[in-house]
């Protein structure tokens, strides 16, 4: 017998008797074994198999959910020769929606997100690893059908002295009038915005929702919406005078050395004195802090009350009432800030100026992610305008 004939004959033995047993425990009498394996087991198999060209395309379609990020360099002209000694090429980090490369038609509002003191642009956009990742709360906000597809401009604020108020000074450089209007200008001018009012919102948290209100409520022919997260420094006396602690830490700090070992509070107290109290003849921080007799203390306090939201909101009534949208939110564990927007909700109530206003449980930082996704990003979906977003606009790639 050839072998090919013997390796047949073999095979049909084995056939015989695989037909012969007896069904597997359990399983329909239909579901035979088949080269020793049981017919639910092919079943499952089957359903795996059929199943295996989907993970792929499921996985790509959640990947191409997800927004792209860019991390720029844009100059401020403001920021040119600050004493400070910073650069004016400030880092700006740029989430670009999922959308935004595979639709070159496609034109998007913006939000210009400002971040808090001691944090940058590289923190809040995944660079460096932080409490938050806003691109990562984006997408969240955006899979769950919660927000509308937006870009979201960050510069990188922090400074010599760990943040610039946003303000503009001699000492920090022109913060204000960078984000205002020379960013602005970059971000329409190189990228596919709806360059118009009615599609810019601003946002910040802490010195950046302090940052919008200073910044918004000047500014209503930029920015149409604005919305503030547990904002710091509203109040006039915000830090209170200081006391012998406070004055003998600030006392302490002759260098940047003992700077970079100070307390939190002791460097907020530098950044506020570059910002609101600057003073050219005063080397090496070229700054007045509220720390010498009753009188300058006096004098200082004075400068940075004026720089208070709630100081000066009586003489932007006319701005405030033409901004589209406001709200404001602060957690019920950070009560000097929530008391502080209650006060603004007051005021704006009597104005009659329509606003949001919300508090919860949560700490200065604990729900702010939530925050943004559930909140913030809505608020802006809602009132920015995405008319044009089809059409033709002034530039971008």
């Known amino acids: 017998m050839s072998y090919l004939a013997k390796r047949r004959r073999a095979r049909e033995k084995a056939g015989v008797k695989a037909a012969g047993r007896s069904p597997a425990r359990g399983?329909?009498?239909?579901?035979?074994?088949?080269?020793?394996?049981?017919?639910?087991?092919?079943?499952?198999?089957?359903?795996?198999?059929?199943?295996?060209?989907?993970?792929?395309?499921?996985?790509?379609?959640?990947?191409?959910?997800?927004?792209?990020?860019?991390?720029?360099?844009?100059?401020?002209?403001?920021?040119?020769?600050?004493?400070?000694?910073?650069?004016?090429?400030?880092?700006?980090?740029?989430?670009?929606?999922?959308?935004?490369?595979?639709?070159?038609?496609?034109?998007?509002?913006?939000?210009?997100?400002?971040?808090?003191?001691?944090?940058?642009?590289?923190?809040?956009?995944?660079?460096?690893?932080?409490?938050?990742?806003?691109?990562?709360?984006?997408?969240?906000?955006?899979?769950?059908g919660e927000t509308r597809e937006m870009i979201v401009v960050t510069p990188d604020a922090y400074t010599r002295f760990a943040g610039s108020m946003y303000s503009n000074s001699i000492t920090t450089g022109d913060w204000e009038d960078y984000v205002a209007r020379e960013l602005v200008a970059y971000v329409d001018a190189h990228f596919r915005t709806i360059p118009h009012a009615a599609s810019r919102g601003l946002a910040g948290h802490s010195m950046g929702g302090y940052g919008t209100m200073r910044i918004g409520m000047k500014h209503p022919e930029i920015f149409s919406s604005i919305y503030l997260l547990s904002p710091c420094c509203m109040m006039p006396g915000f830090g209170g005078a200081p006391n012998p602690q406070m004055q003998a830490a600030v006392a302490a700090v002759h260098n940047m050395d003992d700077f970079a070992k100070a307390s939190f509070f002791t460097k907020a107290m530098f950044a506020s004195a570059a910002a609101w109290s600057p003073d050219p003849k005063n080397p090496p921080f070229f700054i007045d802090l509220p720390t010498g007799g009753e009188k300058s203390q006096a004098m200082v306090r004075d400068r940075w009350t004026a720089n208070a939201p709630m100081a000066m909101i009586d003489q932007y009534v006319t701005n405030l009432r033409k901004l589209h949208a406001i709200g404001f939110d602060a957690g019920e564990q950070d009560p000097q800030i929530e008391a502080s927007i209650k006060v603004l909700d007051q005021v704006l109530t009597n104005y009659g100026i329509p606003h949001g206003?919300?508090?919860y449980q949560g700490t200065h930082i604990s729900r702010i992610a939530e925050r943004i996704e559930t909140k913030m990003l809505p608020f802006f979906s809602k009132n920015l305008s995405f008319a044009g977003a089809r059409g033709a606009g002034a530039g971008g790639r």
């Not at 017919?39 to 499952?44: E, F, R, S, Y």
């Open 27 to 144: 399983l329909p009498g239909d579901g035979e074994a088949r080269e020793g394996i049981p017919g639910a087991a092919l079943a499952l198999m089957a359903a795996l198999l059929l199943m295996l060209p989907a993970l792929p395309a499921h996985a790509q379609q959640a990947a191409s959910q997800r927004g792209a990020v860019e991390r720029i360099v844009v100059h401020g002209k403001g920021l040119e020769g600050n004493l400070e000694g910073d650069s004016p090429d400030r880092h700006v980090s740029i989430y670009l929606p999922a959308s935004y490369k595979a639709h070159p038609e496609r034109r998007y509002p913006v939000i210009y997100f400002l971040h808090g003191f001691t944090d940058d642009d590289a923190e809040w956009y995944g660079f460096k690893k932080h409490w938050i990742n806003l691109p990562a709360v984006i997408d969240k906000a955006a899979a769950a």
């Open 357 to 359: 206003f919300e508090t």
